[in-house]
């Protein structure tokens, strides 16, 4: 009896992290599957690139905007609804941007996917929090990183290859179906929270004990100005390869995923480190090493293969803070670890939304240089921030 206890257990357990895994990764897809998207989107609704990539910015301003304020309801009233309404929302809302008639539903759409997308991370990572050791913590996170990570490997150049074989709004179509997929299993699979008696809502509460601690504020200060780059060379590559190489959208495919590859080893190296007593001053090392690797591949046209193996490395080294930020929220958090997570979280989105608005701004003002020099700048600020201002919790006790 106690033998079939156990493996029941150790199956439930097992469907749980698939269907957490498969969130995660879809979930980060749709963040960055504009990249590939962005040349056809602009010639089909007559626009420049620059442009269209303002949908990406919009996207990931409604998830900054929505992503802390998730936190106290999965704090408070359990992981399972909030995921189940994320993964709901997120995969309506890409669904039916596959029908958009124009571009400001489109614009629209995107939010709304903004919306639930917000949901899906600190409300998984709270989840793995939860039921893993502060020792294990850093490590587990890093892989749960590395998995979302993957969709810069797979799920992207994914995107890239349909469309090329039909059009943008195909990658729409399948990935919102898999999305709903996923909810349908999570309906049946997520693990229901434990009853453990009358739960304070607190919502504000949780807000004001973060908001008080001086060197959370500033992490996410440093966390965001990193993740600016990543996300801008990360939704302008693709552009900026057909541009440069007159290559095909299919034929970006497999430098994105050999870029990708870079994000999940930098996100699995920031999990072995992401408890280490000297992990931001290595992230702040790192940060200066990516900012200035995204400047060398936007100012100089070498071959294409250089291009992207110093791709490779740049989103490599810029890839190891997010684990590290995201271990350091739930070191102080205590009990409000989704609602440290989404406020990181939104930094982190937020990073997202001014990577690529002020990356089409560059972009159009002095060409792909100057994005190159906007992220070296923004990687400097966050070295800064943590040179000066970020103190462990443990110092500063």
Request: proline share 5%; hydrophobic share 55%; glycine share 12%.
């Amino acid at each position: 009896m106690t033998t079939d206890t156990a493996s029941l257990r150790a199956t439930s357990q097992a469907r749980a992290f698939a269907i957490i895994a498969a969130a995660l990764f879809l979930n980060n897809t749709v963040a960055l599957m504009l990249g590939p998207l962005l040349v056809d989107i602009a010639n089909e609704f007559d626009t420049s690139v620059a442009v269209a990539g303002q949908l990406a910015a919009a996207t990931f301003f409604s998830w900054a905007i929505f992503a802390p304020l998730i936190g106290p309801f999965s704090d408070s009233l359990g992981r399972r609804l909030v995921a189940l309404t994320g993964l709901g929302v997120m995969g309506v809302c890409i669904s039916a941007a596959a029908f958009a008639p124009n571009f400001i539903v489109l614009m629209f759409l995107l939010m709304g996917t903004g919306l639930g997308g917000s949901m899906i991370p600190p409300n998984s990572m709270a989840a793995i929090s939860d039921v893993v050791s502060p020792e294990k913590r850093g490590r587990a996170i890093g892989v749960a990183q590395g998995i979302m990570a993957s969709a810069v490997v797979v799920g992207v150049p994914v995107v890239a290859v349909l469309t090329s074989v039909a059009d943008w709004r195909l990658p729409f179509l399948v990935v919102g179906g898999l999305l709903l997929a996923t909810f349908a299993l999570s309906w049946l699979w997520y693990p229901k929270s434990p009853n453990t008696g009358p739960r304070s809502f607190s919502y504000l509460n949780r807000f004001k004990e973060l908001g008080s601690i001086p060197v959370f504020r500033v992490g996410m200060l440093a966390n965001f100005s990193q993740r600016i780059a990543f996300y801008a060379v990360l939704g302008y590559l693709a552009a900026y390869l057909i541009d440069s190489y007159d290559v095909s959208v299919g034929e970006t495919a497999l430098p994105l995923a050999v870029v990708g590859a870079g994000a999940v080893i930098g996100s699995l190296f920031g999990g072995m480190i992401a408890s280490h007593q000297k992990r931001l001053g290595l992230v702040a090392v790192s940060g200066l090493a990516g900012g200035a690797g995204v400047l060398i591949v936007f100012a100089i046209d070498p071959a294409i293969w250089a291009t992207v193996a110093i791709a490779f490395g740049a989103v490599c080294v810029l890839s190891i803070g997010w684990p590290v930020f995201i271990t350091f929220a739930t070191d102080i958090a205590g009990p409000s670890r989704a609602t440290a997570i989404g406020m990181m979280g939104a930094s982190n989105r937020m990073g997202g939304f001014i990577g690529s608005a002020l990356g089409g701004a560059f972009l159009a003002i002095g060409g792909f240089s100057a994005v190159g020099i906007f992220c070296l700048a923004t990687v400097a600020v966050s070295a800064l921030v943590m040179r000066l201002a970020v103190r462990e919790p443990h110092a500063s006790a």
